[in-house]
């Protein structure tokens, strides 16, 4: 197993404590010219915990890890991991199941029904 530094055992310790699917989350960590960049991988589902309401558990998460990368005198920076066409698919099954309480989304035939 590749070393694992404080920074990334920090951000997985937090993340796997709000996710549904600890064991899915994985994180890769790269130096280069600009500082330290880790990339957390997470199961789909758990997208939402991890990100948050507009985005203000990813944003604490950052801040949090910035703080433990300038106790060892680095810029670290967090990417969360998407992969392509995630954020589609999403969107495609909001439209397709039913809305919280069992409500169906309106569609265009219940419109003209009603003579909207």
């Known amino acids: 197993m590749a070393e694992e530094f404080k920074d990334q055992q920090f951000i997985e310790f937090l993340v796997k404590s709000i996710v549904n699917h600890p064991e899915d989350v994985r994180t890769e960590r790269s130096v ?6 880790i990339t ?3 199961n789909q589902d758990d997208m939402g915990y991890v990100i948050g309401r507009q985005g203000q558990t990813a944003r604490a998460l950052r801040i949090l890890l910035k703080t433990v990368g ?3 005198n680095a810029r670290v920076n967090l990417k969360i991991f998407e992969p392509e066409g995630a ?3 999403h969107q ?3 439209i397709t199941e039913p809305a919280e309480g069992g409500d169906a989304a309106v569609s265009d035939q219940d419109l003209a029904d009603l003579g909207i």
Request: proline residues 0%; hydrophobic residues 35%; aromatic residues 6%.
């Open 32 to 37: 280069d010219e600009r500082g330290v960049l």
């Open 87 to 89: 954020r589609q698919a």
């Open 92 to 94: 495609d099954q909001k």
């Open 40 to 42: 957390l991988y997470i």
């Open 70 to 72: 300038a106790k060892e």
